[in-house]
């Protein structure tokens, strides 16, 4: 069930969702430093993050499912939101070089036709980056947070559903290691929690970062199937043979 827009921007306005988006917008730049001259989508609710990786790309859409519903991006210049059926994305095959996904999948209740479609819209070299919640994590247990809702994944879970659909997992990474709290004690420290929690690699982070490459299977051609030569010619019916 999808998180409707009004909340997940009333969440990304608050002091907590600043600082997460903060967070996981490092892990994001850390994978992906230069668009230059690449076309870039967001899915699910990503524009908080297309800010801050967007400024080279050629081109940037944020496409929002009907079921949760659309705000405007940016405030300045030409819209450049959409709202769409995920079964059904308006543009042709392999028409784009990156594609962002936070508040997607794990929201999706048809992930099987949800991923088929971004395969088929993916350039053949280009990438996907999906965050959901971690399962392990805190933020995956309470419902005060967008990442508390829909379905959490473990990196074995999600890394097994991107081969299934065809694709082939680069890289990962965790983000927000600080408590789902606004308390200002936490929100304080959290760049010192994401520092330190990186480093040691906690296992109760609050999202999952996985980068995957679209993976294109060459056709095999027809063998050439040659004729069989026997060695020994066969003998006609009621020939002498000496």
């Not at 794990?106 to 990438?127: D, K, T």
């Not at 065809?166 to 709290?181: H, K, Q």
């Not at 420290?189 to 520092?195: M, P, V, Y």
């Not at 330190?196 to 060459?218: D, H, Q, R």
């Amino acid at each position: 069930m999808y998180v409707d827009v009004k909340d997940l921007r009333d969440f990304y306005d608050s002091p907590l969702g600043k600082v997460a988006c903060e967070a996981i917008s490092q892990r994001i730049y850390a994978r992906w430093p230069k668009l230059s001259g690449l076309s870039l989508l967001g899915m699910g609710y990503a524009t908080p993050y297309l800010n801050s990786v967007d400024h080279n790309a050629r081109s940037c859409l944020a496409f929002m499912p009907a079921g949760q519903g659309v705000t405007i991006w940016p405030d300045n210049g030409r819209v450049r939101t959409c709202l769409v059926h995920n079964r059904k994305l308006p543009l042709p095959d392999n028409s784009i070089d990156r594609i962002l996904c936070v508040h997607g999948l794990e929201l999706n209740q048809s992930s099987n036709e949800y991923l088929a479609e971004i395969w088929r819209v993916l350039n053949p070299e280009g990438r996907i980056l999906i965050v959901v919640p971690n399962r392990r994590g805190i933020w995956a247990r309470t419902e005060q947070t967008p990442f508390g809702h829909g379905s959490p994944y473990t990196y074995r879970q999600l890394g097994m559903q991107l081969r299934q659909h065809r694709f082939t997992p680069e890289g990962s990474a965790e983000a927000l290691f600080m408590p789902p709290s606004s308390r200002p004690v936490f929100l304080r420290s959290a760049k010192t929690l994401e520092r330190y929690g990186s480093k040691i690699w906690l296992p109760f982070a609050g999202v999952i970062l996985m980068e995957a490459s679209k993976t294109v299977f060459n056709p095999i051609k027809p063998a050439t199937v040659k004729r069989f030569q026997p060695l020994l010619k066969p003998i006609p019916a009621g020939a002498v043979t000496s």
